[in-house]
């Protein structure tokens, strides 16, 4: 699956898969399991064994024999189960210590990313929708995958393996009047948010006999949001895994979170639109007079607090895509844009890392270098 480092194998590792029961093949440095496509190859099982524990690079390119269409390498790309490596590499990899080259080389076979920059390569469209049959960049993003019938597994595949979009614009969604309703500069959260906090601040303390109480249940909202953060970013922008293997789970998958790993590096879907904003805030205003309940004021101070909390995870959350930080904040842009192009399955915190601590979930990928890319 992307994000998943895969293992390096030694040759005689790879050769000694020469059976119909676990039958691997190579091409270059590539390992694929094809031990499923025996029985189903069009010339015969026997023709895969013959060549099993074997590369089979110049057969299926061999004219005279018969040369291979892209669909045959697609199959391949789908049975991608580790790298061939030599002795000294493959025992590194397996007591966790593979080289910086080697993980890199993993990282950039099962995401198309080498190294951070990598996000900012502009996807050639066309040669990129003829490879993986996904989505045309070029036509409106939203109908195509509503129509499309891609399945859970592919869509997954697909958005995990990041695209750029002429210079980091905004590829067309919804192709007509709704375009503009799809894209929010990243100014427009303070300038809205920032003076309802402001307000709401003012009319919290106002009602408060002890200004220490009042600060602390404001401090307290922002930490929670710190914890609001990292759920809503693990269990429903993340929501893999529980995702419904259908076009409408799909879809409000892909508006909701996916688009953005899709195009990481699109700035203007990048903060939360105002509207979906006050969607998701509505129920928290709840949630805070629920809990505490015995103090108006103090609730709507905890909640500004936890709004303000907001503002500031969705502008570090743009300044990590777009801009040239401090050193602190230039090491938490490469913690979560590893998270976008190694390991999407950890690394849920923006603001910080504290909460990926607590539960297990820091990413530990060191940071992939430089390596010379292969077609």
Same mark, same amino acid.
């Given at each position: 699956?992307?994000?998943?480092?895969?293992?390096? *194998?030694?040759?005689?590792?790879?050769?000694?898969?020469?059976?119909?029961?676990?039958?691997?093949?190579? &091409?270059?440095?590539?390992?694929?399991? @094809?031990?499923?496509?025996?029985?189903?190859?069009?010339?015969?099982?026997?023709?895969?064994?013959? #060549?099993?524990?074997?590369?089979?690079?110049?057969?299926?390119?061999?004219?005279?024999?018969?040369?291979?269409?892209?669909?045959?390498?697609?199959?391949?790309?789908?049975?991608?189960?580790?790298? $061939?490596?030599?002795?000294?590499?493959?025992?590194?990899?397996?007591?966790?210590?593979?080289?910086?080259?080697?993980?890199?080389?993993? @990282?950039?076979?099962?995401?198309?990313?080498?190294?951070?920059?990598?996000?900012?390569?502009?996807?050639?469209?066309?040669?990129?929708?003829?490879?993986?049959?996904?989505?045309?960049?070029?036509?409106?993003?939203?109908?195509?995958?509503?129509?499309?019938? /891609?399945?859970?597994? /592919?869509?997954?595949?697909?958005?995990? =393996?990041?695209?750029?979009?002429?210079?980091?614009?905004?590829?067309?969604?919804?192709?007509? /009047?709704?375009?503009?309703?799809?894209?929010?500069?990243?100014?427009?959260?303070?300038? &809205?948010? $920032?003076?309802?906090?402001?307000?709401?601040?003012?009319?919290? /303390?106002?009602?408060?006999?002890?200004?220490?109480?009042?600060?602390?249940?404001?401090?307290?909202? *922002?930490?929670?949001?710190?914890?609001?953060?990292?759920?809503?970013? =693990?269990?429903?922008?993340?929501? %893999?895994?529980? *995702?419904?293997?259908?076009?409408?789970?799909?879809?409000?998958?892909?508006?909701?979170?996916?688009?953005?790993?899709?195009?990481?590096?699109?700035? #203007?879907? $990048?903060?939360?639109?105002?509207?979906?904003?006050?969607?998701?805030?509505?129920?928290?205003?709840?949630?805070?007079?629920?809990?505490?309940? #015995?103090?108006?004021?103090?609730?709507?101070?905890?909640?500004?607090?936890?709004?303000?909390?907001? @503002?500031?995870? %969705?502008?570090?959350?743009?300044?990590?895509?777009?801009?040239?930080?401090?050193?602190?904040?230039?090491?938490?842009?490469?913690?979560?844009?590893?998270?976008?192009?190694?390991?999407?399955?950890?690394?849920?915190?923006?603001?910080?890392?504290?909460?990926?601590?607590?539960?297990?979930?820091? *990413?530990?990928?060191?940071?992939?270098?430089?390596?010379?890319?292969?077609?």
């Amino acid at each position: 699956m992307p994000g998943k480092i895969l293992p390096t *194998l030694t040759q005689a590792e790879v050769e000694s898969h020469d059976n119909a029961k676990s039958c691997y093949v190579t &091409i270059g440095s590539k390992v694929y399991d @094809v031990t499923s496509f025996v029985d189903d190859h069009p010339g015969g099982g026997d023709l895969i064994l013959e #060549y099993a524990g074997k590369d089979v690079g110049e057969i299926m390119g061999d004219v005279v024999s018969h040369e291979h269409s892209e669909a045959a390498y697609e199959i391949l790309d789908d049975s991608l189960v580790g790298f $061939l490596g030599t002795d000294s590499t493959t025992k590194a990899s397996a007591n966790g210590a593979a080289s910086a080259e080697e993980q890199a080389r993993a @990282v950039y076979e099962s995401t198309g990313m080498a190294t951070e920059e990598d996000l900012s390569v502009e996807t050639d469209i066309v040669q990129d929708y003829q490879k993986h049959k996904f989505l045309d960049l070029n036509k409106p993003l939203l109908m195509q995958l509503w129509t499309s019938g /891609f399945s859970k597994q /592919f869509y997954l595949e697909q958005i995990h =393996r990041p695209r750029h979009y002429k210079g980091g614009e905004s590829a067309p969604l919804f192709g007509n /009047f709704l375009e503009p309703l799809s894209k929010t500069a990243w100014y427009v959260v303070p300038i &809205i948010w $920032l003076p309802c906090i402001a307000y709401g601040t003012t009319v919290g /303390f106002s009602g408060m006999s002890s200004v220490s109480a009042a600060a602390g249940y404001w401090v307290f909202g *922002l930490f929670f949001w710190t914890l609001i953060e990292y759920v809503m970013h =693990r269990f429903l922008f993340h929501i %893999d895994t529980l *995702l419904p293997d259908n076009r409408v789970g799909i879809t409000l998958h892909f508006l909701l979170h996916g688009i953005h790993h899709y195009l990481p590096m699109d700035k #203007y879907r $990048l903060v939360m639109p105002p509207t979906l904003f006050v969607l998701l805030a509505a129920p928290f205003w709840k949630f805070a007079h629920a809990v505490i309940f #015995y103090d108006w004021h103090a609730a709507v101070l905890a909640y500004c607090g936890g709004v303000f909390g907001y @503002v500031c995870y %969705d502008m570090t959350h743009y300044f990590l895509h777009h801009r040239n930080l401090p050193s602190y904040y230039k090491q938490l842009k490469k913690y979560h844009l590893q998270h976008h192009f190694a390991d999407f399955d950890n690394g849920f915190g923006v603001t910080s890392r504290f909460w990926d601590v607590v539960f297990g979930t820091e *990413l530990e990928t060191p940071a992939p270098t430089k390596i010379v890319k292969t077609q």
